[in-house]
C-alpha cells in the first residue's frame, strides 16, 4: 500500500528515496514546530477509535430518494390491503444531544422512505396483517447536515445497510368490528433490523380507518446501542443519549383504487436564496482556514472531502455547527500563558459570514465542480518533498494489538545536509495511533541488519526506541568538540528524553517545518529509523508508509536544532471497590513487563526516580475518576525554546508545561485543559524564549477515568498501548553554542 508524494507518484522500491524537484515552502508537523492554518469541516476523529475505516463524507451527501421494496400482502377472503403512501408517511427519531459549549437538546431526523402493506378485514379486525415495513434510513434528514452525514457514515452505515425492516408478529387493543373514524389505541410487539442486528420492539400505537383511508401512529424507546449505532460520541463536538423514541407516522390506501407513489423528494428540493456571495465571502474563509486540510490527499480529507463548490454546500449546515463550537478549526490550548503564533480560530466576522450562508441553505453562485483550493500564502507555507522514503509492506497482528515497528530509512546523503522540515506519508491511518522518528548514525545503520527480518517480518520490533548498537551522534548538537576551557563537549545538565528523537506524527499532525531556519544536521551515511505504533483491533491491514524530507544545504543561515523530551510518570489506579486482577499494581507491572519487555516496568520506575515521586504520593486521595502527576526538570543547556507539543492518550484530561514554575518569572508554554487525542498539534511559540542550563520546566497531566467508562479495569502506568497512559511533552531547542 503505497503513499504518494504531492505528484502522486509512489515509490519505486522498499526503503529507497524518491527524489523530488526542490520547490519553496515551508509549514509543520508534530513534535516542536509551527502550526499554521488547519481546518473545518466534519472531523469527529473520536476520542480515537482508530478501527472501522473513515470514507470521505462527500461520498455520503449523495442519496437517492426513491421509495424501498417491500413485500406485498395478497388480500384473503373479506380482506383489504393498505399500501403505505410514502409521500404521507414517515419515520422519526428524538434523541438528546449535546454540543460542546451548548445547553443539552433533543435532535429529531425524518426519513420518508418507507414501504410496507397492511391487510385488513373491517368487519373481523383481529385477523388484520401487518407485512414488513420497510424504511430507508440513509434517507434520514434532520436541520443539520453534517449529522446526517456523520449517521450514515459512521453509524447506521446506510451505504452499506440503507434498509431498516420492522417485523409485527402480534397487535392487542383491535375491537371487534371498526367503526369508521374511530381512533383504536393498541399495543403491536415485534422486531426491527437495522444494519444486520435484530431486537424486539413494543410499539404503542394508535389507528384508525376513514373514507379508505387508514393512518396508524406507533411510538417505541429503544437504545443505539442494542442495533449497534451508538450511542454517539464525536470527541469535542458532541454526544448522545443512548436511549432514542423512534415514530412511525403511516397513512396507507387501496393500491387498486389509489396510484401509490413511487418516488419522493428529498431536502435538497428546497430552494436556497440569499445569504452571503460564496465566492466573495465564504470561499476564500473555506482556501484559507479548509482546504490545505480537507483537499484529497490530505489529513483532514480522511473524515470530509472538500475539493469542490458543491462539496462545501453539501454540509453548509454542519460547516455552521462545527465553527460555532470552535470544533473546527481546531486549537486545543488555551490562551493561559505564553502567547502561540497562527491560531486558526476564526473571527467573529468570518463565523457570521458561514453562519449566515448556513442558514440561507448554502447557496452557490459558481457552478458546484468549482475547485476549493488553499489559498496561495497556505501553500507557500508547505513543506518541499526533496526525498520521498518509504518503510516495506508490513502487516502486524491482532495476537499483538500493540506493535511498534521500526523500520530504516536511508537517504543515502553524500555531503552533509540539514533536514528542515519533513511529512508522514501515511499508507492508512486507521491503524497507526503515532509514529516517532529518530536520527542513528552510520555506525548505527550498519547495525540494523542484525536486528531487520529476525522474525520473518519487514523491520523488527522496537519498544521504547530503535535499540540500535554503534557510536550516537554527539549528545548536544552544534556544541564544539570542545568547551572554550578546552575540557571534553559539555553534556546536558537535566534529562532530555528519548535519545536522537527528532520528528514524529500524531492525530491531528500536519507537515513540519523546524521553525528560525533550524534543522536536524545529518552527515554522510546518517540514516532515519520509522518508529510505528500500530493498534490493532480488530483487523490488522497492511501498511506501507513513510517519510518525505525537505532538506538544505549546510549554511550558515541553518542553525541545528534539538527536541527536548520531558516526560512524567502515571499513576491511574482502579476505581474504588474494583476486584480485577490487574488492579493490584504488581500483577500489572508484571503484565507490562511480559507485553512490553523491560520498557513495560522499567518506563515507570525510572520516571518515578527522575521526578523523585512515588506512586503513593500521586494516588493519595484519588477517588476513581480524575488522577493527576507531575514533574520537575530542567533545561539541558543554554538555547531558545520555539515550540512546545504535549501527548497522552485516550484517558487524558488536561497537560500544562511551565518554565520556573512558582516563581514571579513563571512562564506558563502551553496549557490544554481538555486534552483532545484527535488533535495533538505543534504550538509555536509567538517570542521564543531564550532559556540556560539547569532553569526549572514542569510537566503537569491529569487523566479522567469516566471518558471511558467502559474500559476494562486495571493499574495503568506510563506505558506503551493505547489503553496505556503517558504524561510526554516536547519543546524546539536552539542550542546557543553555534
Given amino acids: ?45 473520536v476520542a480515537w477509535r482508530q478501527v472501522a475505516p473513515v470514507v470521505s463524507a462527500r461520498k455520503y451527501r449523495d442519496v437517492t430518494y426513491t421509495v424501498p421494496a417491500a413485500p406485498k400482502l395478497t388480500a384473503a377472503g373479506g380482506e383489504t390491503v393498505y399500501r403505505i403512501d410514502p409521500t404521507l408517511s414517515s419515520l422519526g427519531y428524538r434523541i438528546g444531544e449535546q454540543f460542546a459549549g451548548k445547553k443539552a437538546s433533543t435532535a429529531t431526523g425524518v426519513t420518508n422512505g418507507l414501504a410496507g402493506d397492511i391487510a385488513l378485514d373491517a368487519k373481523n379486525p383481529n385477523r388484520a396483517r401487518v407485512g414488513q ?52 389505541p393498541l399495543t ?22 376513514h373514507n379508505g383511508k387508514l393512518t396508524a401512529t406507533a411510538t417505541t424507546t429503544t437504545k443505539l446501542s442494542t442495533f449497534k449505532v451508538g450511542p454517539i460520541s464525536l470527541a ?65 480529507s480522511e473524515h470530509w472531502q472538500l475539493s469542490t463548490a458543491g462539496d462545501a454546500a453539501a454540509i453548509a449546515d454542519g460547516i455552521k455547527t462545527v465553527t460555532e463550537t470552535k470544533y473546527m478549526p481546531p486549537w486545543p490550548a488555551s490562551e493561559v500563558g505564553v502567547p502561540l503564533a497562527h491560531r486558526t480560530t476564526l473571527s467573529t466576522a468570518q463565523l457570521d459570514v458561514l453562519s449566515q450562508w448556513a442558514k440561507a441553505g448554502g447557496p452557490l453562485d459558481v457552478a458546484t465542480s468549482t475547485p476549493v483550493k488553499p489559498a496561495a500564502e497556505i501553500k507557500a507555507l508547505l513543506p518541499r518533498k526533496d526525498v520521498s522514503l518509504y518503510a516495506p509492506t508490513y502487516t502486524g497482528s491482532t495476537s499483538n494489538p500493540n506493535d511498534y515497528r521500526c523500520f530504516v530509512l536511508d537517504p543515502k546523503l553524500t555531503t552533509p545536509m540539514y533536514l528542515t522540515g519533513y511529512s508522514f506519508l501515511a499508507g492508512q491511518i486507521a491503524e497507526i495511533h503515532h509514529v516517532q522518528v529518530f536520527h542513528v548514525t552510520a555506525a548505527q545503520k550498519a547495525n540494523a541488519p542484525t536486528v531487520e527480518g529476525k522474525d520473518g517480518k519487514p523491520g523488527w520490533e522496537c519498544y521504547g526506541g530503535p535499540g540500535l548498537r554503534g557510536a550516537r551522534r554527539k549528545r548536544v548538537p552544534g556544541a564544539p568538540r570542545t568547551a572554550p576551557t578546552g575540557t571534553a563537549t559539555r553534556r546536558d545538565v537535566g534529562f532530555a528524553g528519548q535519545p536522537d528523537l527528532v520528528a514524529g506524527w500524531v492525530p491531528g499532525q500536519l507537515p513540519a517545518i523546524y521553525p528560525l531556519h533550524s534543522g536536524i544536521l545529518l552527515q554522510p551515511g546518517d540514516a532515519l529509523v ?42 491511574i489506579p482502579c476505581a474504588p471497590g474494583a476486584t480485577a486482577p490487574l488492579c493490584d499494581r504488581n500483577a500489572s507491572l508484571a503484565a507490562y513487563e511480559k507485553q512490553f519487555g523491560g520498557s513495560g516496568s522499567g518506563n515507570e520506575a525510572g520516571l518515578l526516580a527522575l521526578c523523585n515521586r512515588t506512586p503513593a504520593g500521586l494516588t493519595a486521595g484519588f477517588t476513581g ?73 514542569r510537566l503537569d497531566c491529569s487523566w479522567d477515568r469516566s471518558l471511558d467508562p467502559k474500559r476494562p479495569q486495571k493499574y495503568i502506568v506510563f506505558a506503551e498501548g493505547t489503553e496505556d497512559e503517558m504524561c510526554f511533552g516536547t519543546y524546539a531547542l536552539i542550542p546557543d553554542h553555534q
Avoid at 20 to 38: E, H, I, M, N, T
Avoid at 188 to 209: E, F, H, Y
Avoid at 664 to 675: G, S, T
Fill in 530 to 571: 520509522l518508529q510505528i505504533h500500530y493498534h490493532y483491533d480488530p483487523v490488522a491491514t497492511a501498511d506501507r508508509s513513510g517519510l518525505a524530507l525537505q532538506l538544505d544545504p549546510v549554511s550558515s543561515k541553518v542553525r541545528a536544532m534539538r527536541v527536548v523530551n520531558p516526560l512524567g510518570p502515571v499513576e
Fill in 236 to 300: 469535542g463536538l458532541v454526544t448522545t443519549s443512548d436511549d432514542v423514541t423512534l415514530t412511525l407516522k403511516l397513512i396507507a390506501r387501496d393500491p387498486t383504487k389509489y396510484a401509490i407513489p413511487t418516488h419522493i423528494t428529498g431536502p435538497h428540493a428546497k430552494a436556497t436564496t440569499g445569504g452571503p456571495s460564496f465566492q466573495a465571502a465564504v470561499m476564500p474563509i473555506l482556501e484559507r482556514s479548509c482546504a490545505s486540510c480537507h483537499n484529497p490527499g490530505q489529513v483532514g
Fill in 625 to 697: 475518576t480524575v488522577a493527576r502527576s507531575n514533574c520537575d526538570l530542567v533545561v539541558p543547556e543554554d538555547g531558545t525554546i520555539t515550540a512546545v507539543l504535549g501527548h497522552m492518550h485516550t484517558l487524558g484530561k488536561s497537560i500544562r508545561m511551565t518554565l520556573d514554575p512558582g516563581t514571579p518569572q513563571q512562564k506558563v508554554l502551553l496549557d490544554i485543559p481538555n486534552w483532545n487525542f484527535g488533535w495533538q498539534m505543534n504550538y509555536e511559540l509567538a517570542t521564543p524564549i531564550h532559556v540556560k542550563a539547569g532553569q526549572p520546566l
Fill in 1 to 45: 500500500m503505497g503513499a504518494q508524494d504531492d505528484g502522486g507518484e509512489a515509490a519505486a522500491s522498499d526503503g529507497a528515496p524518491e527524489v523530488a524537484p526542490r520547490r519553496r515552502g515551508r509549514r509543520l508537523r508534530w513534535l516542536p514546530f509551527p502550526v499554521v492554518l488547519l481546518s473545518l469541516g466534519v472531523v469527529g476523529v
Fill in 133 to 184: 415495513v420497510v424504511a430507508n434510513v440513509e434517507q434520514f434528514h434532520s436541520d443539520n447536515n453534517l449529522r446526517d452525514a456523520r449517521l450514515r457514515q459512521d453509524f447506521l452505515k446506510s451505504h452499506e445497510f440503507p434498509l431498516a425492516h420492522f417485523t409485527v408478529t402480534s397487535i392487542k387493543g383491535l375491537p371487534a368490528a371498526l367503526t369508521d373514524g374511530q381512533t383504536y
Fill in 188 to 209: 403491536m410487539t415485534g422486531t426491527a433490523t437495522i444494519k444486520q442486528t435484530t431486537a424486539p420492539l413494543v410499539w404503542q400505537a394508535t389507528a384508525s380507518l
